[in-house]
C-alpha cells in the first residue's frame, strides 16, 4: 500500500480500518447480497460505526473530516468489496461538503450533528426525467410562499433515497433568469408531504442500494433550507459539489476495477492450459500486464486530482480527467477479467461478472463521460486560450 505514504498516520489507519472491515464483513457476504438485491443494513451500520458518513464534517460538529485523498483510497476500498456500498456514500459526502462550504451557521449546527453519526444519510437531487447532464435546463421549481418554498417537478436516478433523511434538490428558484444558471438554487429538502418516491428503478447492476423516481407536488420546505440563504447560487454550489462526487466517483471506479484485476491475476496462477498455468501464455500475461498499468495509472491521476484539491485549487478539470480514464479503464479491466477466466467469467458463481455489470454506472454516472470531456475541453480553452 505505498500510495498510503502520502497520508499522516491517522489517516492511514483509516484506510487500514476499512480494508480490513471489508475483508472481515463485506467480501464474505457480497455474492449473497447482491443477488437478492438486498439492502445491506447490517454492513451500512458498520460503515457507520467506522465513522465513514463523517469522514467530510469537521470534528465541531462530531465528524473527522479527512483530505480528500484519504476519501479517495477509503472509497477504492469501499468499492474493492461491493461498489453499492460505496455509492451508499458518495451522495452524503457531497451533500455534508456542500454545507460545511455554504451551508448558513443555522444549517450547519442542525444538520451537521447527525450526518456525522449516519443517523440522517444525505443525496442529491439533480437529474430529472426528461433531461440528464443538461443542468441548466431543469424544471423543478421552488415558488417562494411567504416564509416557505413551494416545489413542484420530478427527478430520476436518486441513489438512497428512500432511505435519506435529507436531500440537497436542484431547482429552479427563478425560473425567468438569463442565465438559466443565475436562477437555480439548492434547497435542502426532507420527506414530508408533497413529496413522493413513485418507484424504484431497475438496474443492470449497482443493487442493494435503490435508485428512484422523485415527484414533489405542492411540496412546503422553509426558506430557512435554502443552501447559504441566498437565492440563484445553487448552480455554482452543485458545480463545486460535484468535484467531490467525480472524484468519487474515479475512486469507485478503481475499487471496482482493482477487484476484477486482482480475481484475474489469482485465477490465472491456479488455473492451467495446455500443461501450464494460463498467465504464461503471453496473451494472458499481457491483459495482466496492461491491466495493473492501466490502473496504477488511474489511480495516480485520481490521486493527483485530490492532492490539488486538499491544496485548494479548482479541479473540476482534473477531477474530470480522474473520473473519465477511470471509469473507461474499469471497463476494460472488468471486461478482461471476464476473458480471463473464460466460461467462469460468465458465471453467477463468481465475483468477475459483478463487476463487468457494476463498472458501466461509472461511465454514465455524475455527468456522462461525454460531458466530462465537454468539461476538459472548456478548461483547457479557458486555462490555455489564446485571443485570436
Known amino acids: 500500500m505505498g500510495h498510503l505514504d502520502a497520508l499522516g498516520p491517522d489517516e492511514r489507519d483509516i484506510v487500514r480500518t476499512v480494508a480490513e472491515f471489508v475483508d472481515r464483513e463485506v467480501?464474505?457476504?457480497?455474492?449473497?447480497l447482491e443477488h437478492a438485491n438486498t439492502y445491506p443494513e447490517a454492513l451500512i451500520e458498520g460503515m457507520k460505526r467506522l465513522g465513514i458518513y463523517g469522514?467530510?464534517?469537521p470534528g465541531e460538529f462530531g465528524g473527522t473530516a479527512v483530505s480528500m485523498q484519504c476519501y479517495v483510497l477509503v472509497t477504492e476500498e469501499l468499492s474493492r468489496g461491493w461498489m453499492s456500498l460505496a455509492g451508499a456514500m458518495g451522495g452524503h459526502t457531497v451533500v455534508v461538503k456542500l454545507l460545511v462550504a455554504f451551508g448558513t451557521d443555522e444549517q450547519k449546527a442542525a444538520l451537521l450533528p447527525r450526518l456525522a453519526t449516519g443517523e440522517v444519510r444525505a443525496t442529491m437531487a439533480l437529474t430529472e426525467p426528461a433531461g440528464g447532464s443538461d443542468l441548466q435546463a431543469i424544471t423543478t421549481t421552488a415558488r417562494l410562499d411567504g416564509e416557505e418554498y413551494v416545489v413542484d417537478g420530478a427527478k430520476t436516478w436518486i441513489s438512497n433515497a428512500r432511505r435519506a433523511g435529507l436531500t440537497a434538490l436542484l431547482c429552479k428558484t427563478d425560473p425567468t433568469a438569463q442565465p438559466a444558471s443565475r436562477g437555480i438554487s439548492v434547497l435542502l429538502v426532507e420527506p414530508?408531504?408533497?413529496?413522493?418516491?413513485?418507484?424504484?428503478?431497475?438496474?443492470l447492476?449497482?443493487?442493494?442500494?435503490?435508485?428512484?423516481?422523485?415527484?414533489?407536488?405542492?411540496?412546503?420546505?422553509?426558506?430557512?433550507?435554502?443552501?447559504?440563504g441566498v437565492p440563484g447560487r445553487g448552480f455554482a454550489q452543485m458545480m463545486k459539489g460535484l468535484e467531490t462526487g467525480r472524484l468519487q466517483v474515479a475512486a469507485r471506479a478503481l475499487g471496482v476495477g482493482r477487484a476484477a484485476f486482482e480475481d484475474a491475476l489469482a485465477y490465472a496462477q491456479v488455473r492451467e492450459?495446455?500443461?501450464?498455468?494460463?498467465?504464461?501464455?503471453?496473451?494472458i500475461g499481457n491483459y495482466l500486464a496492461d491491466m495493473a498499468t492501466s490502473l496504477e495509472a488511474a489511480r495516480q491521476l485520481t490521486l493527483y486530482a485530490a492532492r490539488e484539491y486538499d491544496a485548494g485549487r479548482r479541479v473540476d478539470m482534473e477531477a474530470g480527467m480522474a473520473k473519465l480514464f477511470a471509469s473507461e479503464t474499469a471497463m476494460k479491466v472488468a471486461l478482461d477479467a471476464v476473458r480471463?477466466?473464460?466460461?467462469?467469467?460468465?458465471?453467477?458463481?463468481f465475483d468477475v461478472e459483478r463487476y463487468f455489470r457494476d463498472a458501466p454506472l461509472m461511465v454514465v454516472g455524475e455527468g456522462t463521460n461525454e460531458i466530462q470531456r465537454n468539461v476538459i475541453m472548456r478548461q483547457l480553452i479557458e486555462r490555455n486560450g489564446r485571443d485570436v
Open 55 to 57: 469522514l467530510a464534517v
Open 340 to 349: 480471463i477466466h473464460g466460461g467462469y467469467g460468465y458465471s453467477t458463481e
Open 273 to 283: 492450459s495446455f500443461g501450464k498455468a494460463i498467465w504464461k501464455h503471453q496473451s
Open 27 to 32: 467480501r464474505p457476504v457480497v455474492r449473497e
Open 192 to 203: 414530508g408531504p408533497g413529496l413522493t418516491i413513485s418507484k424504484d428503478l431497475p438496474k
Open 205 to 228: 447492476g449497482y443493487k442493494g442500494v435503490e435508485a428512484c423516481e422523485l415527484v414533489f407536488d405542492g411540496y412546503r420546505a422553509p426558506a430557512s433550507r435554502l443552501l447559504g
